[in-house]
């Protein structure tokens, strides 16, 4: 595993396999003594009178490498608990710089630094060891600087690919965009690549168990279908086609492939366990759950298999999600004035009592349909017509408490003229049913008086 400081350790090698190159090739016979340095260009001093001739390597620039970035599992599980320590994979590009302190100086020293990067395409193990050995093995008089005797704990002579140098190519676009940034001038360069550095985190991870038994299981795929919902007002009422799903009813379920050994009904999240009896290849019958809120929900039929040791039910074939409104029903109402009888328009209350109880994060309106008065008994008309907006049920202030329900409302209404009116509430769209007279076919509950 190499530590963070794998990219200047890196740096200390190439350095170090250019001024060893030098020193073995007899350089200095040639064109004098020669400085091998990392700094940035523009750190360079090139108008001092003892100059001396100089071979630079410098990092320009730190890439991902594709090959390596994900070839490693995540590093942590659903619960966000740490699972694994993937290397962070890093290629290094290098600008080789010759500064020449006379004539052709620059141009010699180009082309032993590029001798020996072609003849070390690979940094060989030991040569890393020994560039970054331990500085208390090579004694206090090694020369190293502060900053370098760190390096040895890098590991990088350990990770598992060893780096390779490969030299790149710049157009003279690239080449002129990148010393005006360095705001230096320009000398002769050549690039390269130094890759693939992996730095890995030493950081705890949790390991779970081995596998100590392999379990292989087969079964037929068997899909549930979900064509059509229907509602039932009891066991042993008749089916009801296309009629409103009401609290307390029985959800019916049209389809085919329901048969299963172990068959559960998911309602808005809710699972219930249909009876045996309930369950046949084309049909599962099956309880609305008390606890549902009234609005839109989705129903699924789920085939479970007992798998394991202990065996445990596992889920294993899901139907298409069919979707149903639940819609609530007006228990009863009454109306409570805010001034007296007499005054038009009125102002008021209107107290019911809804089925299901409806949850303090949804919306509540109710409707009112004016009656005909003279009309007996009364019908719908085209009267007046009103919603009311029930008022916010959530606290702002102390903080938020966890979502409760109510069944009791009282909603306050403003300018009803006085009258007979049909009762209807919207509960996150879901509209309670009005009952019809089967005699004249109009709406006739449920209804409140305003006087």
């Not at 350790?9 to 064109?31: F, Y």
């Not at 008309?381 to 408490?401: E, K, M, W």
């Amino acid at each position: 595993m190499t530590s963070a400081l794998a990219i200047a350790s890196v740096t200390a090698v190439l350095r170090d396999l250019l001024n060893n190159g030098l020193i073995d090739s007899d350089i200095s016979s040639v064109i004098g003594n020669v400085v091998v340095s990392t700094l940035a260009p523009d750190r360079i001093d090139i108008t001092s009178n003892d100059q001396q001739s100089q071979l630079n390597l410098f990092l320009y620039q730190v890439t991902p490498n594709a090959s390596w970035r994900n070839i490693d599992l995540p590093a942590r599980n659903a619960a966000g608990e740490r699972i694994s320590n993937p290397p962070l994979a890093l290629n290094l590009h290098y600008l080789l710089t010759a500064y020449g302190a006379q004539d052709l100086h620059a141009e010699i020293l180009l082309g032993y630094g590029m001798q020996l990067f072609h003849e070390t395409p690979v940094l060989p193990r030991k040569a890393i060891r020994t560039s970054l050995q331990n500085p208390a093995q090579v004694g206090s008089g090694s020369g190293l600087p502060a900053a370098m005797r760190a390096l040895f704990t890098s590991e990088l002579a350990e990770q598992v690919e060893q780096i390779k140098i490969v030299p790149e190519t710049l157009n003279t676009e690239e080449i002129s965009r990148m010393w005006s940034a360095f705001q230096a001038h320009y000398r002769p360069t050549a690039a390269y690549q130094a890759s693939v550095v992996l730095i890995e985190s030493k950081q705890s991870i949790k390991i779970s168990l081995p596998v100590a038994e392999r379990q292989v299981h087969v079964f037929p795929f068997s899909q549930a279908v979900i064509d059509e919902i229907r509602s039932q007002v009891k066991t042993g009422d008749p089916i009801l086609i296309n009629q409103p799903i009401l609290p307390g009813q029985n959800l019916v379920l049209m389809g085919h492939q329901f048969s299963g050994s172990n068959v559960i009904v998911d309602v808005g999240g809710i699972e219930v366990l249909p009876a045996a009896g309930d369950v046949t290849d084309n049909q599962i019958i099956v309880a609305i759950p008390a606890a549902l809120k009234s609005g839109v929900h989705g129903v699924r039929v789920i085939h479970q298999q007992a798998m394991g040791k202990p065996a445990l039910p596992h889920r294993m074939f899901e139907s298409n999600v069919a979707a149903f409104v639940l819609r609530p029903v007006i228990d009863e109402a009454s109306i409570s004035f805010a001034v007296g009888p007499g005054d038009n328009p009125i102002d008021g209350t209107v107290l019911f009592k809804v089925n299901p109880p409806v949850g303090d994060n949804q919306s509540v309106v109710l409707i009112l349909n004016e009656l005909a008065p003279n009309v007996s008994p009364p019908v719908a008309s085209s009267g007046a017509s009103y919603s009311f907006i029930a008022p916010s049920r959530t606290n702002v202030s102390p903080p938020l408490s966890p979502p409760d329900s109510t069944q009791n409302f009282a909603i306050p209404i403003r300018g009803v003229k006085a009258g007979t009116y049909l009762l209807r509430v919207q509960v996150d769209g879901a509209e309670s049913p009005l009952i019809v007279n089967v005699n004249t076919g109009q709406y006739v509950e449920p209804q409140v008086e305003i006087a």
